[in-house]
Nanobody, 121 residues
């Protein structure tokens, strides 16, 4: 069993930055870790994913060049550095663990409870 706990969300002005963290407990060896987000009235959407080694990363087009995903396996933690934030980035952000690199939410086995990010204009 894997437990995931996100932190680092909050309220920020447009153009600002936030760094989300996802602390994992349990057996996460060889799991890819992804970040997703869900805005009110919208489906959960892929944001970024990183392989176990950290050597492969993929991003949604909407965040490419602004967000950076990284991981520290010694600390069992995954990060999402978010720069140049826009009001449309407002959502609940979730981290998730999967056995494969994937953009589809249904591939992921474990999910955190989410952290709210609000970007004001």
């Amino acid at each position: 069993q894997v437990q995931l706990v996100e932190s680092g969300g909050g309220l920020v002005q447009a153009g600002g930055s936030l760094r989300l963290s996802c602390a994992a407990s349990g057996r996460t060896f060889n799991y890819a870790m992804g970040w997703f987000r869900q805005a009110p009235g919208k489906e959960r959407a892929f944001v970024a994913v990183i392989s176990w080694s950290g050597g492969n990363t993929y991003y949604a087009d909407s965040v490419k060049g602004r967000f950076t995903i990284s991981r520290d396996n010694a600390k069992n933690t995954v990060y999402l550095q978010m720069n140049s934030l826009k009001p449309e980035d407002t959502a609940v952000y979730y981290c998730a663990a999967a056995r494969f690199l994937a953009r589809e939410p249904n591939v992921y086995d474990y999910w955190g409870q989410g952290t709210q990010v609000t970007v004001s204009s």
